[in-house]
């Protein structure tokens, strides 16, 4: 019994040996764990000119040798362009557990909207430091609100064709200038478009005694397929008369204003995505664009409009400037260049092919562009979500029928406020700011006409709280309804009160529009 004792514990004696010596061989060296190197932005957002930021990149520990760290570079702001140029590469010293990276921001004197610095780290020399979380971080170069003081001798820096006539380059400078103190009253077809088409002066004149400081026109007839130039065509005896309006419009000395209600491209017979069917609507506006299947059809469309703008010469034997406004009321889904028939993304690309077209490989040189959505912005974030830049517009507006219809200083102050936005950016980027388009149509008998809707809700939104605006356009009179009264009619006083307001400019209170003070 006890040599089976002493036989057993020998065996469990080996077994613990054997068990305790094969551990000791697995056993591993404890892994050290590899430091992370991560970067972030010390603000989120700094101001040009007049202040500068930083980026941090940090260590999650220290480590015995220096680290070097390879760098990308993103976002819309260009590195040695937008800010002092930074290397590609950055090392953190030797036990340091971080080192940051200055961003001078280099001052352009040039309002670009919001820019971004994008920094990413991409890899590390180190063996002991690993890319960790955020690896990238963004810094936003915001431009400090300073408004552009515009002269005679830079006057062209702002505008979108640096090479325009002096004409144009004079109504520039003088619908900027005449913002400080006024603002013209225009109307859509004045000089063509009468209440019970009543032909001769324009019904302002009438009322007034005075001519409208601009007179609207449209390429729409101009451009029609149907216009076959030719003197028997009905499409083409509207093209010589909106010609011939325009050409009395300069040589009153009254500013021209084109908008487009551009045909659907397929078959050429409506803009109003009411009257398309949804293969139209879902495709018209892609099939413009380059490379579309309609891309040489809005081309040609072009060609007309660079033709005729070309051909508008005064008495004075100079190219009559013209402010071209295409594709407005882009927010809404009336027309099939709306907001739900094309991305932002593609209305720039157009907006900025149109504008080069025309001026680069067209050569209009008596253009000015006017950018203008309708009512549904309440933030200059939304009113900028489409805008094409500042290379590519001369005027900021906006167009506005909904708060003058019956909806008294509520509707007026919420028009202000609109214009407040625009205004700020104008003076910011030294644009034109305007009401586009506005009115309310009166039909007697149907639709009355709205005490004090003139001297009252119009001049305040046009005034209040110190907006710089340099125009507002009633849309035209014709047949039986009016959106400027005639002697006759009940509201014509309330417009004769307004007309005669310290801020408002028919023709006789303008300057020389065409030429430089």
Request: proline share 4%; charged share 20%.
């Amino acid at each position: 019994m006890k040599n089976y004792l002493k036989s057993i514990l020998l065996l469990f004696s080996i077994f613990i040996m054997y068990n305790c010596s094969s551990n000791g061989d697995d056993e591993k060296p404890p892994v050290t764990e590899k430091a992370t190197a991560t970067i972030t932005a010390s603000q989120v957002s700094v101001l040009e000119p007049s202040t500068d930021g930083e980026f941090v990149v940090k260590l999650s520990k220290s480590v015995a040798s220096a680290t070097e760290l390879s760098l990308t570079f993103g976002g819309t702001a260009k590195n040695g362009e937008d800010y002092k140029t930074i290397a590609n590469t950055i090392v953190v010293p030797a036990k340091a557990t971080s080192v940051k990276i200055p961003i001078e921001i280099l001052t352009d004197k040039i309002v670009e909207g919001d820019e971004t610095i994008e920094i990413t780290l991409a890899s590390s020399k180190n063996a002991d430091v690993i890319i960790g979380s955020p690896a990238k971080a963004v810094l936003t170069i915001t431009d400090a609100i300073v408004d552009i003081e515009l002269t005679p001798a830079n006057v062209r820096t702002y505008m979108v064709n640096k090479n325009a006539t002096d004409e144009t380059v004079a109504l520039f400078y003088n619908m900027k200038m005449l913002a400080k103190t006024s603002f013209m009253i225009g109307q859509h077809d004045a000089l063509l478009s009468f209440y019970k088409n009543n032909a001769g002066d324009s019904d302002i004149k009438k009322t007034t005694g005075f001519d409208p400081g601009m007179s609207g026109g449209d390429f729409m007839f101009i451009t029609d397929d149907p216009n076959t130039g030719q003197e028997d065509n009905w499409w083409y005896a509207q093209e010589k008369l909106i010609k011939q309006a325009a050409v009395n419009a300069y040589d009153k000395g009254m500013v021209n204003m084109f908008c487009w209600h551009m045909r659907e491209p397929f078959e050429g017979k409506t803009f109003y995505t009411s009257e398309m069917t949804d293969t139209q609507k879902k495709n018209a506006f892609k099939s413009i664009l380059v490379g579309g299947v309609n891309h040489e059809y809005y081309k040609n469309k072009l060609k007309k409009i660079a033709q005729v703008t070309k051909s508008l010469k005064g008495a004075d034997g100079k190219l009559i400037p013209i402010i071209f406004r295409p594709f407005h009321e882009f927010d809404g889904d009336w027309f099939w260049w709306g907001k739900s028939f094309c991305t932002p993304a593609e209305y720039v690309q157009n907006w900025r092919f149109t504008v080069e077209y025309l001026r680069d490989e067209l050569g209009v040189t008596n253009m000015l562009f006017a950018f203008s959505p309708d009512a549904s912005f309440t933030s200059e974030a939304d009113y900028l979500a489409r805008y094409p830049g500042d290379a590519y517009v001369d005027v900021l507006g906006y167009d506005d029928y909904g708060n003058f219809d019956n909806k008294g200083d509520a509707g007026a102050n919420n028009a202000n406020a609109k214009l407040q936005i625009i205004s700020k950016l104008a003076k910011q980027r030294a644009k034109i700011a305007g009401l586009t388009e506005t009115g309310y149509f009166v039909t007697p008998g149907k639709n009355n006409p709205i005490s004090g809707l003139y001297s009252n809700y119009f001049y305040s939104a046009m005034t209040k709280n110190n907006v710089e605006l340099s125009f507002m356009t009633f849309w035209g009179n014709g047949g039986d309804t009016y959106c400027t009264p005639t002697p006759s009619m009940p509201d014509a006083s309330d417009f004769i009160q307004f007309a005669r307001k310290e801020k408002v400019a028919l023709l006789n209170k303008l300057p020389k529009m065409y030429k430089m003070p």
